[in-house]
């Protein structure tokens, strides 16, 4: 179904066949829809939508990408759009409407029912990255004292088809008390009240709460869903499962383009020019290291010139330290981010960088000597490589292993360490380190 | 709490005040118990663990890392080994089970009641990196013609305190036919049939998909639990949201730690000889592409005396050009991985990171080209720096898009393209670029 769909939507929508594609649409699950439309125009993406129920649609505008549902929301009537908000849980809706110019997102809330409206306007509130910003207001609470048969017949009045993890119990200051899971509430007699099934929930979260820290705890207890409370215990609303696993897609996502020195913005600009300016910064930090070396190799250069022959092997030494010290920096990125390197005990992590390296320096060092002795047929040129090299890997090993940390005390994403700040400093310190002892011990 | 028994645990267990400990122990979360166990010694924590009722020690052993865990079984006394496992879920002892030396797996197996270690046995079976290998077999089906009051009082005689998600339904074949929430069995009348409720899952898992294909499904369709089944339709076992979690974290480590040229094995590894060699391939790639650079340089130096002055600006080049690169790599390989970039559309890719590599290498060419001439007062060799950057910027724009793609379709893991390969390959293209377009514009 999905691929006759996939294939011919644009020959549907040009034949005017919109009630079989209709038809069609009204079988598939919105994410099998979301994901026909990102890369669709925004034209035929606001037509296709038109084709569906209001509560289907609704769900497809959700599962889209960011990038192409705030487009579609905003090319869209606006009538249109209010529709499709009013069905959605409050933090999606508040996701969407908080794109909005500031006169469209009060006519979309004006429009919509008073109490979703509230619930949206209060979502908005909060820092997007935190609790607050994951978290939805719609929820089932209940008082200690009522029972289970009245309880029962409210879920069965509000009939809107959510899943249903944890009843969360208040008390009359809406102060959390405990939750009531499902299977609890499916064996328990009809007139028992919620006091007596509660139990306490492993997992409660605070409305500002870093969303890494929150998706962390989630996977560290293993919850499908946890209440949100404010400083003085009061129940706000509740994020699921689903909620943590963007998170984590999205951090991760973070993580990898903050390496290699761009942001998640790039996927989402089309144009070149734009995504060239994100990754420039980067660069030009590379550039300035460019510019250094090169100055200090033409030093070298004019000062000494019996060293010509140490010259063929500054790449090597700059590529191997590079190396040896990105793996050391992403070793320790890694291990803070996972919470497996704990504050405080830093040095265990640097004294077995320094070990590992130690190995591997004398390993490559040995390997050089030889090769690079038996390449030019002299023995004191293969030392002075082979012992300049395993300085500057071993220098370089231990700044891979630092610097993240470094950056992590002063506040700063250690992930943005792994990439040019390492890789710049350590091309300086090793090519003063290899030219500096090669020159001298050629000297000797 | 936490943080007095983290304190104080060796003290208490010196002091003999087992009692003590037991007691604080008692009301701690397991995933705060195992958090404390981990970096402890194995005497420790097999003493700590015996403190414990057994359900809770058997919590706290599945919720241990990997590596203690598995030590921690080795080492502790199969008599209670094999209780622990005797109250874990079929998936958590199937992976206890399966890292025992064999005679010691079928001991503890026979042990255990027969039903359970047939469970067991069977998961063992399945490859760990597929849904065979997440799946537990614990879960409640029923039939379809089942009424609510007779499957009510089956759950009710189950009473083993597990999450239940979705009732599976399935024929009198255990062909799977649907599925039934608990809040569609809270609201349905006592004498409704099964058949009359069920709705088909959103998400049906083989038993022999991918497990990071399954995560993606997990994500895509937002469920917090599936069914599995075989060839024939069969319902094998559950998956959970918790699981999934898991295989994220875990396939996310993978990535990074290949992008470093490592492995997740080294987390795990405690000697830094064996560290050392799990870095060592990535290294001595990196090895062979210096010797190739270093006689490519001392060739020139050699052949063209008047070369030298391009010589300083070599590690700019070879910097810049693979910082590119790994740019350009590391997009290719994250959009791969998220299905960004699509099967058979490739080409828009590429051609975009040249469009981006072009604006950039032009800007940078210029920058380079003027601070080379000025600094040294050479209108020539800016000119031959800046143009032959340029070129060798654009190249390696283009292999770091298309040796990932290069890698996917000879069924390599694209994440290890963004590693030594595209560097190494970078370094010696862009060289042989640079040195033969500056030596070919300075005899001009």
Same mark, same amino acid.
């Given at each position: 179904m999905k691929t006759v769909v996939e294939r011919n939507l644009k020959n549907f929508l040009e034949d005017g066949r919109e009630n079989e594609l209709a038809e069609m649409l009204a079988s598939m699950h919105p994410a099998d829809i979301a994901e026909i439309l990102n890369p669709l125009d925004m034209e035929d993406t606001i037509k296709v939508i038109a084709l569906m129920e209001v509560e289907h649609a609704s769900d497809v505008l959700v599962e889209m990408s960011e990038s192409s549902r705030d487009q579609v929301a905003a090319e869209m009537p606006l009538e249109k759009l209010t529709e499709l908000v009013a069905e959605m849980d409050s933090d999606d809706a508040a996701d969407i409407v908080a794109e909005l110019p500031d006169d469209e997102a009060n006519k979309v809330l004006a429009a919509i029912e008073q109490k979703d409206a509230e619930g949206v306007r209060r979502l908005m509130?909060?820092?997007?990255?935190?609790a607050g910003g994951l978290m939805q207001v719609e929820m089932i609470s209940a008082k200690e004292d009522e029972t289970v048969t009245h309880l029962v017949e409210r879920i069965r009045e509000i009939d809107d088809g959510r899943d249903v993890y944890f009843i969360f119990i208040v008390d009359n200051a809406n102060v959390l008390r405990g939750q009531v899971n499902m299977r609890q509430l499916l064996l %328990?007699?009809?007139?028992?009240?919620m006091k007596d099934l509660m139990t306490f929930p492993s997992l409660v979260v605070r409305v500002d709460e870093d969303q890494e820290a929150v998706a962390q705890k989630f996977q560290k207890y293993d919850v499908q869903s946890a209440p949100v409370i404010d400083d003085q215990g009061h129940l706000l609303g509740r994020i699921t499962f689903d909620d943590i696993m963007d998170v984590v897609h999205e951090e991760m996502d973070q993580d990898f383009y903050r390496m290699a020195g $761009? $942001?998640?913005?790039e996927v989402y600009s089309s144009g070149p020019a734009k995504i060239a300016t994100l990754r420039m910064p980067w660069l030009l930090f590379n550039l300035g290291g460019g510019f250094i070396t090169s100055a200090i190799l033409s030093y070298f250069e004019v000062a000494f010139?019996?060293?010509?022959?140490? #010259?063929?092997f500054v790449p090597m030494v700059m590529g191997l330290s590079g190396a040896v010290g990105s793996q050391s920096a992403t070793i320790t990125v890694r291990g803070l981010a996972m919470g497996?390197?704990?504050?405080?005990? #830093?040095w265990p992590n640097v004294l077995r960088e320094i070990r590992i390296s130690t190995i591997i320096a004398f390993s490559l060092g040995i390997i050089i000597a030889l090769g690079s002795g038996f390449l030019h047929s002299a023995a004191r040129l293969g030392l002075a490589v082979g012992i300049s090299i395993v300085t500057a890997i071993i220098v370089s090993t231990i700044l891979g292993a630092v610097i993240p940390l470094l950056f992590k005390a002063l506040k700063?994403?250690? %992930?943005? %360490? $792994?990439?040019p700040v390492v890789t710049s400093t350590n091309d300086v310190v090793s090519l003063i380190i290899y030219m500096g002892m090669g020159t001298a011990i050629l000297s000797m």
């Open positions: 509130m909060y820092d997007e990255e935190t %328990a007699w009809p007139d028992q009240m $761009s $942001s998640e913005e010139t019996n060293i010509l022959i140490l #010259v063929p497996r390197i704990a504050e405080g005990k #830093v700063i994403d250690p %992930a943005l %360490a $792994s990439g």
